[in-house]
């Protein structure tokens, strides 16, 4: 996990045109079983559909409602104020600036976010490049904490729309080792009720995982 780097990003191609009909794209990794995997390396998945999946659809309608309420970029407005702030901005990476979630999903949760990329398919090697630095630097402060499992998602606004509202947002959050029994961090307030139940609040986590990213 330690030997990931911005390099991983290097080796981008463009989108074909026969796949010009799909709409929504999210990239997965999972790494070990804790996470989902069920290989031992990390596990990627690029998932395409001609329709939003659902999460992506409410965001991007959410970030767009924004946009048109006050005429300013949801997600540039989320990074200005955490800067302000100064208990959950870890720094930047190039275009990519970099938080810890609130409230977050899972567990030491940081969001990567290139604000002035609207979609995957304009993003840039060096976008790309500047993501996967962030990521590299969350996975050795994990690395460093003895965790070994994760999830990772990267995600933007639908394909090829006119959308002033979008950005380019990698999440990585830390999934619980291996247990004795079994133990799985996915339980019923979560299968059931879409609600996460995290420990370390964002501002601990940026305390520590700042320190990687100056």
């Known amino acids: 996990m330690c030997q990931f780097t911005q390099n991983t990003a290097h080796d981008r191609r ?19 079983p804790p996470a989902g995997s069920t290989v031992v390396h990390p596990h990627m998945q690029a998932l395409a559909s001609d329709q939003a999946f659902n999460m992506l659809a409410e965001v991007d309608q959410k970030a ?6 006050n005429g300013r970029k949801y ?18 990476l190039g275009i990519s600036d970099w ?32 993501l996967a630095d962030g990521l ?15 999830n990772v998602v990267i995600f933007s606004s639908p394909f090829g729309r006119d959308s002033p509202h979008g950005s380019v947002v990698l999440k990585v959050a830390s999934r619980y080792g291996f247990q004795d029994r079994n133990v799985n961090d996915v339980w ?9 139940e995290v420990f ?15």
Do not use: H, Q
């Open 75 to 92: 997600w540039r407005e989320l990074i200005t104020e955490d800067k302000k702030r100064k208990e959950r901005y870890l720094g930047a």
């Open 64 to 69: 767009e409602e924004y946009w048109k309420a």
């Open 14 to 32: 463009p989108v074909s045109p026969s796949l010009s009909y799909l709409y929504s794209c999210a990239v997965l990794m999972n790494c070990l």
């Open 136 to 150: 590299s630097r969350v996975l050795r402060f994990y690395d460093e904490m003895g965790i070994r499992s994760f």
């Open 200 to 214: 370390d609040s964002p501002e601990d986590v940026a305390a520590e995982l700042c320190k990687y990213f100056t």
């Open 188 to 196: 019923g307030l979560r299968y059931f009720l879409d609600e996460s």
């Open 99 to 130: 938080i810890t979630a609130c409230p977050p999903t899972g567990s030491d949760e940081a969001w990567g976010i290139a604000c002035e990329v609207s979609d995957l398919t304009r993003a840039s090697s060096s976008t790309l490049s500047d």
